[in-house]
């Protein structure tokens, strides 16, 4: 456990520039290797913008506490056998209470400051996120059916034979709606979206903005290594390592997730909505019974 927490840690900076870094493929947004410790370092240098009347220590925390569910997360994903930060028997509800606590993070980042920007693109983001939260639990139920386990390390025992992306090959697809939802991306990204100046980061600036930037990045990495350990067998994998498959698989989540940003349009939010309760949901549903059915004795 203390050696998993301690590779969590130490493995989370670097991977969080990558996830900057495939940010910025693409985007002509300057270098792409040292852009994102530039602007680090710059925002970290620049003063917080300050608020009518703000809520202080919720303004101050709601950074922290993102971070801290994406760390949380990250812990219940085994690494190589024997592995794991958080070696829980429900590790799959672990990761849904932080998937619902971001909702609550992202809202009171938006509620905060005291300004009318910041707080339209928070009761967006709930509007949007809690239908992507049943999403969610749906995907995940499928994941762990085969296992008949809510343990993560299950899960990924139960993929010796074959992957959950090719025995449920809608689970992976719905899970990347999830995850756009909760990295705050995309079609999804009801929270900062530019047409709002940047939404709930609207009234943020130095050092309170970088550590948003690392939350949201570190999101990306936890999301992505929970999506290749549930659906892509995790550190399964032939002659490499096993933290090596981990680590290669959720790049590739991570890159796939980046790209589905950019690719697919944001609708306008009822349209959004009517989308995740009228198509997604009955598909994630559908997915779930089918696994069912599937792993039915």
Request: net charge positive; hydrophobic share 60%; with cysteine.
């Amino acid at each position: 456990m203390i050696v998993a927490t301690l590779a969590l840690l130490l493995a989370l900076p670097p991977l969080v520039w990558m996830a900057a870094m495939f940010d910025r493929i693409g985007t002509g947004r300057g270098a792409i290797l040292i852009g994102p410790l530039r602007n680090g370092a710059a925002l970290l240098l620049r003063p917080n913008t300050p608020t009518e009347a703000p809520d202080r220590l919720n303004r101050l925390l709601a950074p922290g506490w993102y971070l801290a569910l994406a760390l949380v997360g990250l812990s219940v994903v085994p690494l190589a056998p024997g592995v794991v930060g958080s070696n829980l028997s429900t590790g799959l509800v672990l990761w849904g209470a932080c998937e619902a606590l971001t909702v609550v993070v992202v809202f009171l980042h938006g509620w905060s400051p005291n300004a009318p920007l910041p707080l339209i693109g928070a009761y967006r983001y709930v509007a949007i996120a809690l239908p992507a939260m049943l999403l969610s639990m749906f995907v995940l139920i499928g994941a762990a059916l085969p296992a008949r386990s809510l343990s993560v390390v299950e899960v990924v025992e139960a993929q010796r034979e074959i992957w959950n992306v090719i025995r449920q090959p809608l689970g992976l697809p719905l899970f990347m709606a999830l995850g756009l939802a909760i990295t705050l991306r995309g079609p999804f990204d009801y929270a900062d979206g530019a047409e709002l100046a940047g939404g709930t980061s609207a009234e943020e600036s130095g050092p309170a903005l970088a550590l948003w930037h690392f939350a949201r990045a570190a999101m990306l990495v936890a999301f992505s290594a929970m999506a290749a350990t549930a659906f892509l067998g995790g550190h399964l994998g032939p002659v490499l390592p096993g933290p090596l498959w981990l680590l290669l698989k959720t790049l590739a989540v991570m890159a796939a997730t980046v790209a589905a940003g950019r690719f697919f349009a944001r609708m306008p939010p009822a349209r959004m909505l009517t989308f995740l309760w009228v198509v997604l949901l009955p598909l994630s549903f559908a997915n779930l019974a089918l696994v069912g059915v599937e792993v039915l004795p």
